[in-house]
């Protein structure tokens, strides 16, 4: 079954800076869309940002001009540089993306990631 990897995530202070990745686990994979979505404790989750293959993207307001998502094809990865961290930036960060076998003309399917944890301090 191939899962959705994500790392990058930590602890940082006050208008630090991360850099988060997410990929397939399983390379015979490609995907459509990948997005990121963020969850902090007792709230729901939320949109960050999404890109395509052909590199058209989109943010939420919480994220522009702050954070930029961008994609490796040769690696088939998907980052989000993350700038000017502030602390209302702190939640679980998960990867999702639209998935399919590169050989296969069948529908994308949706995957969640497992999440990477992100952890701004004042």
């Known amino acids: 079954q191939v899962q959705l990897v994500e790392s990058g995530g930590g602890s940082v202070q006050t208008g630090g800076s991360l850099r988060l990745s997410c990929a397939a686990s399983?390379?015979?994979?490609?995907?459509?869309?990948m997005s990121w979505y963020r969850q902090a404790p007792g709230k729901e989750r939320e949109f960050v940002s999404t890109?395509?293959?052909?590199?058209?993207?989109n943010y939420a307001d919480s994220a522009k001009g702050r954070f930029t998502i961008s994609q490796d094809n040769a690696k088939r990865t998907v980052y989000l540089q993350m700038n000017s961290l502030k602390p209302e930036d702190t939640a679980m960060y998960y990867c999702?993306?639209?998935?399919?076998?590169?050989?296969?003309?069948?529908?994308?399917?949706?995957?969640w990631g497992q999440g990477t944890q992100v952890t701004v301090s004042s």
């Open positions: 999702k993306g639209f998935l399919r076998r590169c050989s296969s003309r069948a529908a994308f399917t949706d995957y």
């Open positions: 399983d390379d015979t994979y490609c995907y459509s869309r």
């Open positions: 890109i395509d293959t052909s590199g058209n993207t």
